[in-house]
Structures are given as C-alpha cells and as structure tokens.
T-cell receptor, first 117, second 111 residues
C-alpha cells in the first residue's frame, strides 16, 4: 500500500521565480492538505483540496495556489518566490465523504524542501 | 498567534524510563487532539489521538492525557526506547477543520 508521495524531494529556486510541487495521496484517500514547515516550527496549514476544489485556506497570500486532479493528486504552486518561502512543504492526505475539512486522521508525505536564494 | 504550544523544545530520557511530552492550547473550540512523530527526512507520522469527550487514550506504550479545564495535554511513553528518539508534534483541530500544530519537542532516549 503506497503511502503519500511527494516530488521533488529538494528544489532550489531564486527570488521571483515560480515553483510547482506535487503530491500523490495514500491509496483510497480523496482529500489533500498542504502545509509549510519553516525551520524550528511546526507545520502551518496552507490549504485543503477535496473534489478538485479548495475547501479551506490558512493565512497564506494568493501567491500560493493549488490544484487537485480527478485522480486526487495535487499540486502546490508558489509564484514570485520570496526568501521567506524557503521551507519544507508537506502534503497530507485523508479520506472523507462529508465535503468538510480535515476530520479524519491525516497521513503525511516526506515533504519537499524548497530553498529560495 | 500560536494556538498550540509546546514549551519544551527538547527532552532527554534514559532508556526504560517514562517520557512525558507536554502541550498547551488556547482555543477552547478544539475538540480533537493528535500527536505526530517525525524522524529526519521523513514526514510526520500519526501516533495517537484523543477526542475532547475523553480524558485518556492508550495505545501500547503510548498514552495521551487531556485536561480540558487546563487546556493541557500530555503524551506518556513507557518504557522509552532508543527508537522513540524523534521530534514529537502536538496538533489540534476544531470540528472538521484544519490542524494546528505546536513547534515540536525533540525527544532523545539515551541507551
């Protein structure tokens, strides 16, 4: 049973560039959440996707956007990168049918470490 | 605004002894609490959870205690093993909403 997978594992970008991170949920899961974990901090919720729509959003600017595909995989896009966007980006998946946010236990992928120079 | 706080950034315990990790929260609407364990280069792994209708949940060596009046929860690991060495995150949610995480406590179990 494949768990949550993320790609790439590491990425280096420069300020102003754009980046796309990818996530495949655990088999049987239909909901994906994205988190940003800065050094020494806990994960911070970015947004959640269910049924190909953004259902909830944390306190992140519009430069952060996402997408969910029919196969439940998801992308996180960050535009106009800033130095402060350097962090570990975590994807978490869960299964729910209610259409509301994050009730079930979330399972995390290994993350993508983004460095902005 | 840090709604979930883990005030001890690190903890060292001898193998075989009890490890107690603490977590405080400020949002009285939180009704479900989880502990995750994180090894380097891996994502957080779900460990144990507790609903606000309970005050204790046990799973093998791991027990979580919830004190709603104090807005405090703790994770007890007995007996501690070297493989338990990791960063432990406390998380909480209100209803069917997203998770709020603490900043983590690094547990080191000394053989």
């Amino acid at each position: 049973d494949a768990g949550v997978t993320q790609s790439p594992t590491h990425l280096i970008k420069t300020r102003g560039q754009q980046v796309t991170l990818r996530c495949s949920p655990k088999s049987g899961h239909d909901t994906v959440c994205w988190y940003q974990q800065a050094l020494g901090q806990g994960p911070q919720f970015i947004f959640q996707y269910y049924e190909e729509e953004e259902r909830q959003r944390g306190n992140f600017p519009d430069r952060f956007s996402g997408h969910q595909f029919p196969n439940y995989s998801s992308e996180l896009n960050v535009n106009a990168l800033l130095l402060g966007d350097s962090a570990l980006y975590l994807c978490a998946s869960s299964f729910r049918t209610s259409g509301r946010g994050g009730g079930e236990t979330q399972y995390f992928g290994p993350g993508t470490r983004l460095l902005v120079l | 605004d840090q709604q979930v706080k883990q005030n001890s950034p690190s903890l060292s315990v001898q193998e075989g002894r009890i490890s107690i990790l603490n977590c405080d929260y400020t949002n009285s609407m939180f009704d479900y609490f989880l502990w995750y364990k994180k090894y380097p280069a891996e994502g957080p792994t779900f460990l144990i959870s507790i609903s606000s209708i309970k005050d204790k949940n046990e799973d093998g060596r791991f027990t979580v205690f919830l004190n709603k009046s104090a807005k405090h929860l703790s994770l007890h690991i007995v007996p501690s093993q070297p493989g338990d060495s990791a960063v432990y995150f406390c998380a909480a949610r209100a209803g069917a909403n997203n998770l709020f995480f603490g900043t983590g406590t690094r547990l080191t179990v000394i053989p």
